[in-house]
Each structure stands twice: as structure tokens, then as C-alpha cells.
């Protein structure tokens, strides 16, 4: 017999499940043999489900036993792994451990405490669950459910065929469970040498993203202030964040390259009256940025991811004002309403740390905007649990009724989806009927509707985000492993305060040229030769430090790895990250300035130029 193994355990689900009462005329039913449905004899855990299978979504009792689930996730190809143990069984370790974790968390919120103390080990134990519940849900199953590596079309699909050459493995899905058990495993170190060792243990796009998860969030647990509002639980409830997103396009290919993202906060329902938040480490956090360098670095860093986005200056939070804070630590005290080690304590995080985690009452606006976040992303979901039923009709009449927040966009959102956004509303709709509401206004955002996608430039895109990375500060120019490339800049007259103008005046002076290559295709070889040379000899009467930055953003956009990265799109962050490292790599442009710093302007310019031409062509 198959076995139906959940992807929300039910330890969790029982927190929003009440005991089935047959309906009338059960005890005759039953006299006249008739079936009962497994799961739904009279005391056994239930759920109310708005379930949105169907074209007329249905108020259904569903067995907790039965549901957020599907059966045979994991077991069909333990071969391919050669695993020593059921992944299953692992999971269900990692649950049991968890439970318990959550249970004492459940238990002090239900007495009335202001909060909870878990060890560093908890704390850990719990971000890895966090992070398998996303991982596990239907989101990435179906994402990695192909049978054929070719089917897969994520944005990552190039680096995950050739990760599945390099390591032997036969289908997308065998690189899931193996990053499931690698991550299963995984001893989370109080030092964090884990985060270096997990990249050679899985699939190493996957592993950055657990790193993120693990590293660039708290965890905070919210409580509605009001004692007759609650949470709902989604299946995608664990696979959402709160966040801008836009379907992104190549600037030069038109190829869709998959959805630029900021995340802000993710989720993890414990209850309908509690729930985790993991909030961004890019949003304010009231005692840390007393510190101004803190607050500094935490704005640099935000201006810098929202550079991705068509609207940088429109990019915020709509929880930005949850009043949440992080946990107070063992190793820290706050002094005159500042951070500071404790006596004896240097930060070196250590296993038996200490954390304490406030239970944050939060207003009926932040429980209706959460429960909205939810109810926003129902077009990959197909069912709504909610334990109680008037607060679950207060809170989707909120939803279907507000015109804040920028929910309920008609066409955003939908690339690559089953169903449309307006066909969810039409059925949360019917939903509210059933509830007992009628003529409910629905009120919905046309404004995305026809409008193009955001296409854009990764090369432009990279500049912005290292512009907002290197602004206003003196840090970032001293690392000692670019601490040559600062040298050779300082030689040719560069500071701290003029680097970002020459990066971008270089690369404006890079598209120039760019652009009259273009644009004198199809002219008579002679002709062309001279705008070219023309256009070049401009370029050279420029500063050496800008052409000396010019060369480096030639050579990178002349590479042969810049060129992989054009055949084989592999994601932002490793182009981004392949871009800088050429930018600050020693080349023999460096070793001419060194060799010629004293040679005028006009000469320098020409000297740089020649050898960066003369290494090419070698």
C-alpha cells in the first residue's frame, strides 16, 4: 500500500484541527453499514478546508491525517541515493525534534509568559525545519519533480544539468532528496564552518539559498492582539515571503531569466493564534541601528537589492512596521540603550548561548495583511485551512475588500501559473457566500493588466547594486583581497569619494563604443574602421583612471566566462559575483600603471589600452 507522507506535519496541523462530530443521522447511516470515511469517526482530528480543486471551491471537514500530503514524496528513488536511511525517517526525527522545541514555545504562549528561551542548538534546529518545510512543499517538489533534465526550466537549469553531469545524477528529482538528506544531516556548528562545507554537500545554488535563510533573518513569534482574530494555513503557507517580485526578462534575448525577488519575511504558522516570522536583516531594527554604522550597512545594503527593481525608490515592506526586535542573546547586554558584549564575552557564538524570544501581540491590520500574503499567492495553491469560522470570514472579507498593499493585481504574478488571478478571486468570492456574506464588493488592481514585464540589463543592473554596496562608505576600500586593485587606483589619482563616478563614467564610455559597433554594421569596412578609431581615440583622452576601469569592463564583457554566463544563464547572484572578481583581478593593465606612474596622462591612456589589446590577442 502507498504511503501518504505529508508535507506539513501533523503535529502542527493537529494546532488548527477540532474534534469530528458526525452529522445528524450518523447512528442510522452507520445501522445501514454505511462506509465511514477513514479519518472521520466521531473524536478524531479534523480541519475545516476551503478546498479550490474544483471550479466551485467546497467547506469541507478533512482528516488531518489525510491532508497537505501526497503519497510516495520520497521513497521511489531511494535506489538512485543509496541511502542508509529512509529519508522519511530522517524527517520524522528532524519533526519529532521540532515538536517539541515548538511545543514548549506553544505551551509558555498559552500560559501567558512574555516569551521563550531556546539555546543556540534550538534555535538552529528550528531555522533548518523552517527551511526543510519550504524546501519539501509543493513549490519545490513540482520545480524538481521532472524526470527529464531537459523538462527542468528554472532559472538555475544550466548550473543544475551541469551539476547532475558532474556527480552522476540521473534526474532533477534524485538532486532534491539528495539536498534533502544533505541538509538533514548537516551539523549546524556553533563556529558556522557548516555554511563553507555545505556547498561541496549539495547542489550549491540551493545551499546559498538555505546560507541566506539561516543567516540574513530573525526569527520573531507574533500573537494576534486580539483574542478572536487568527491565522490561516495554505498549502504554499511555508513557501511564501512577503516581498516585492517581478517576472524578469534578458535585456538581449528577450529569455525569461525567472522572477527577480526581495524577500522581507517569511512564514511558519504554529497556530491560529501564533506564528514564526523570519524577518529580513535589511529592515530596521530599533536597538542595533543606535549603532549609526549598523544602520548605515543595513540601508547600503537594501538600496543595493532594491537597485534590481524597476522602482528601487518605491521598494519597501508592507510590514516594515511590525513591531517585532530580535532576541536578546546571553553574550549581550544593553547599556545606556545600546548593544554591548557582556562581561567575560567576546561574540564568539557558542552552543550553550542563550536567546530570548518576546511573543509580539500584533494589531488587526498586520493579522489581515499576513493572512492577505496568503490569500494573495492562491494561484499555486489549491486549499485554505482555517480553524475557527467567523475570524476566518473577517479576515478574507478584509482581503477580498481592501484596496491597499498592492494585493490582487489582475495579471501579476500569473507567468507560468495554472489558473489566473482573477479566477481566485471569483472563487474566494464564492467562498464568502458560503461563509453567510452577500454582495460583497470585490475590489481588484487592473493596473498590472497588459503591462510589459521588466526587462532589463544585468551589466547596468550590477552597476547599481555596486554603487548602493560601496556608497558613503571607507570600509569596503581596504579588504585584503582587493587591497591591489585599491593601490593601483590610489596611484592614478583615485579616492574613496571619486570610485564610484570613474566605475560609472567607465562603463557609460564601454556602451558608447558598444553602441557605434552596432550601429555601423553594414557600413564600407574603411568607413566603419574610422568611427571606430574615432570613437576610440575619445575614450583615450579621458582620465587614466577611467580608461584603466574601461579596460577592465572591456575585458570582462570580451570573456569567455562572460560569455558562459550569455549561453548559460545561471542567476544574478553568480554573475554578479563573477563580474566583481574580474573587476578587481590583477591583469597587466595594473602592472603598467605600477611600472609608469609618473608617465603623462595622454601616454598612460594610450600604454593601458595597448597592453590590454596585446593580451587578447595573445
Aim: aromatic letters at 12%; one cysteine or more; charged letters at 25%.
Amino acid at each position: 500500500m502507498a504511503q501518504y507522507q505529508h508535507y506539513i506535519p501533523q503535529f502542527l496541523l493537529r494546532n488548527f484541527s477540532h474534534p469530528y462530530q458526525p452529522p445528524k443521522g450518523y447512528g442510522a447511516k452507520k445501522k445501514n453499514h454505511r462506509r465511514v470515511e477513514k479519518g472521520k469517526r466521531k473524536g478524531d482530528k479534523v480541519l475545516n478546508v476551503v478546498d479550490l480543486t474544483s471550479d466551485e471551491p467546497q467547506l469541507i471537514e478533512a482528516p488531518v491525517s489525510r491532508w497537505f500530503g501526497q503519497e510516495e514524496m520520497y521513497s521511489d528513488v531511494f535506489d538512485t541515493l543509496k541511502a542508509k536511511k529512509d529519508v522519511e525517517q530522517e524527517l520524522s526525527k528532524l519533526e519529532s525534534q521540532t515538536a517539541v522545541i515548538l511545543q514548549k514555545v506553544k505551551k509558555a504562549h498559552e500560559n501567558g509568559d512574555a516569551g521563550i528561551c531556546l539555546t543556540r542548538v534550538e534555535r538552529n534546529k528550528l531555522r533548518k525545519f523552517l527551511f526543510i518545510m519550504k524546501y519539501r512543499g509543493p513549490g519545490f517538489f513540482e520545480k524538481y519533480i521532472s524526470e527529464d533534465p531537459q523538462a527542468y526550466t528554472s532559472e538555475d537549469k544550466h548550473a543544475l544539468r551541469d551539476y547532475m553531469a558532474e556527480k552522476g545524477f540521473i534526474t532533477p528529482r534524485d538532486v532534491w532528496l539528495h539536498n534533502l538528506r544533505a541538509i538533514l544531516y548537516l551539523d549546524m556548528d556553533a563556529e558556522g564552518k557548516w555554511m563553507t562545507t555545505l556547498q561541496d554537500l549539495m547542489f550549491p545554488a540551493d545551499a546559498a539559498m538555505f546560507i541566506f535563510h539561516a543567516q540574513d533573518s530573525y526569527i520573531a513569534f507574533c500573537t494576534p492582539a486580539e483574542k478572536d482574530e487568527e491565522f490561516i494555513l495554505t498549502d504554499q503557507g511555508y513557501n511564501l515571503f512577503e516581498g516585492p517580485t517581478h517576472n524578469t526578462f534578458c535585456a538581449k534575448t528577450g529569455d525569461y531569466l525567472g522572477d527577480t525577488n526581495l524577500c522581507f519575511h517569511e512564514f511558519g504558522p504554529v497556530s491560529p493564534s501564533l506564528i514564526i516570522i523570519l524577518r529580513s536583516s535589511t529592515l530596521p531594527e530599533a536597538l542595533e541601528d543606535k549603532d549609526s554604522k549598523v544602520k548605515k550597512a543595513r540601508q547600503r545594503t537594501l538600496r543595493a537589492a532594491s537597485a534590481q527593481f524597476p522602482e528601487p525608490e518605491n521598494v519597501r515592506s508592507i510590514l516594515e512596521d511590525l513591531p517585532v526586535a530580535k532576541a536578546m542573546n546571553s553574550y549581550s547586554r544593553v547599556v545606556n540603550g545600546r548593544l554591548e558584549y557582556a562581561p567575560g564575552e567576546s561574540g564568539t557564538p557558542r552552543s550553550r548561548d542563550r536567546f530570548t524570544f518576546r511573543f509580539w501581540p500584533i494589531s488587526t491590520n498586520h493579522v489581515n495583511i499576513i493572512n492577505s500574503i496568503f490569500l494573495d499567492n492562491l494561484l499555486r495553491c489549491n486549499s485554505i485551512v482555517f480553524s475557527s469560522r467567523i475570524p476566518f470570514r473577517q479576515t478574507l472579507e478584509a482581503y477580498m475588500t481592501t484596496q491597499a498593499h498592492g494585493f490582487k493585481k489582475i495579471d501579476v504574478g500569473e507567468y507560468g501559473a495554472k489558473t489566473t488571478r482573477l479566477t481566485c478571486l471569483q472563487k474566494l468570492a464564492i467562498v464568502l457566500k458560503k461563509l453567510g456574506v452577500e454582495n460583497v464588493p470585490i475590489f481588484f488592481d487592473e493596473t498590472g493588466k497588459g503591462s510589459k514585464p521588466f526587462t532589463h540589463s544585468l551589466d547596468d543592473d550590477w552597476l547599481e547594486v555596486f554603487k548602493n554596496l560601496f556608497e558613503d562608505t571607507e570600509e569596503s576600500f581596504d579588504g585584503s583581497e582587493t587591497k591591489l586593485f585599491w593601490q593601483t587606483y590610489r596611484l592614478l589619482g583615485g579616492t574613496s569619494q571619486t570610485f564610484l563616478k570613474d566605475l560609472e563614467q567607465s562603463w557609460r564610455l564601454y556602451q558608447f563604443e558598444s553602441q557605434i559597433m552596432i550601429w555601423t554594421i553594414g557600413l564600407e569596412n574603411n568607413l566603419r574602421k574610422k568611427a571606430l578609431a574615432y570613437v576610440l581615440d575619445i575614450i583615450l583622452k579621458h582620465h587614466p583612471k577611467r580608461v584603466w576601469l574601461y579596460v577592465k569592463h572591456l575585458r570582462w564583457m570580451t570573456s569567455k566566462e562572460y560569455a558562459m554566463h550569455q549561453q548559460k544563464y545561471v542567476g544574478t547572484a553568480p554573475i554578479y559575483a563573477a563580474k566583481t572578481a574580474a573587476l578587481f583581478k590583477q591583469e597587466i593593465e595594473d602592472f603598467i600603471v605600477k611600472a609608469n606612474p609618473a608617465t603623462d596622462w595622454g601616454h598612460l591612456c594610450k600604454l593601458i589600452y595597448s597592453s590590454f589589446a596585446c593580451s587578447m590577442a595573445e
